[in-house]
């Protein structure tokens, strides 16, 4: 359900089709195959509440998947008996699948936050729907990244970074943004698996405000135990 006065926000971006395709056979470094590559660095979608900005995709409450989605056997054989995917094996398929091509593969920790960004039940595991909704944002983050990594050398300047937040439709103080910097750079530089990071907590924490902003003011209170839970949660 999208929620009002953010132009649509929980719905497709414009220009992104919401099925996607299974990972098998992913050449080295490209993209997802079929339509889970859409692209995700835009601005916010038509009437987006610009303070905030970074409207991503969402599947919350989808009905459930068609017999004939080409990702459900995969997910199928990923998830198990129990029907979801833990941190451990969305590591194993993301760096088996070659998603991350030439790039570092990503931590167990990175991995972990990704599954935490959906994982509204706090159960630590992900679902069909939430694994879906991953892929296409993973697909958005690796385009946005690339354009700004030309040289392919894996990494992102501190500029490059803050023009990618931007590029996301992030709208952020330059205070806010050297902190993000000074948080997720190594050596002066910002690798993908770091990125990445910083996308899941930027959609986390984005998405967790705009919940609870119902006036659509830009600002919220929050009681103390929420605030632990919004924050130390992702």
């Not at 610009?50 to 989605?69: E, I, K, L, S």
């Not at 699948?97 to 931590?107: L, M």
């Not at 103080?173 to 990071?197: C, E, H, M, T």
Request: net charge negative; aromatic share 12%; hydrophobic share 35%.
């Amino acid at each position: 359900m999208a929620y009002p006065g953010y132009g649509g926000y929980g719905g497709p971006m414009p220009g992104m089709p919401a099925q996607g395709m299974p990972m098998q056979g992913i050449p080295m470094g490209g993209p997802m195959p079929g339509h889970m590559g859409g692209p995700m660095g835009g601005a916010p979608p038509q009437g987006a509440y610009t303070a905030y900005g970074g409207g991503y995709p969402g599947t919350y409450g989808a009905p459930p998947p068609a017999a004939n989605d080409p990702m459900w056997s995969y997910f199928t054989a990923l998830a198990g008996q129990d029907g979801e995917i833990d941190a451990e094996e969305l590591q194993r398929c993301l760096t088996q699948s070659g998603f991350t091509g030439s790039y570092s593969p990503f931590s167990l920790e990175t991995c972990r936050i990704m599954i935490a960004m959906l994982d509204r039940d706090f159960t630590g595991k992900m679902g069909f729907n939430e694994f879906k909704d991953l892929f296409t944002a993973l697909n958005g983050w690796k385009q946005n990244f690339m354009m700004f990594d030309q040289d392919r050398s894996g990494t992102v300047e501190p500029h490059e970074m803050t023009q990618a937040v931007n590029a996301m439709g992030y709208r952020v103080s330059p205070q806010a943004l050297n902190v993000i910097i000074k948080r997720y750079n190594k050596g002066g530089r910002i690798f993908f698996d770091d990125y990445v990071a910083c996308c899941v907590k930027l959609r986390a924490l984005t998405e967790n405000f705009r919940r609870r902003d119902t006036m659509h003011q830009g600002s919220v209170s929050f009681q103390y135990d929420d605030f632990i839970l919004c924050t130390m949660a992702i």
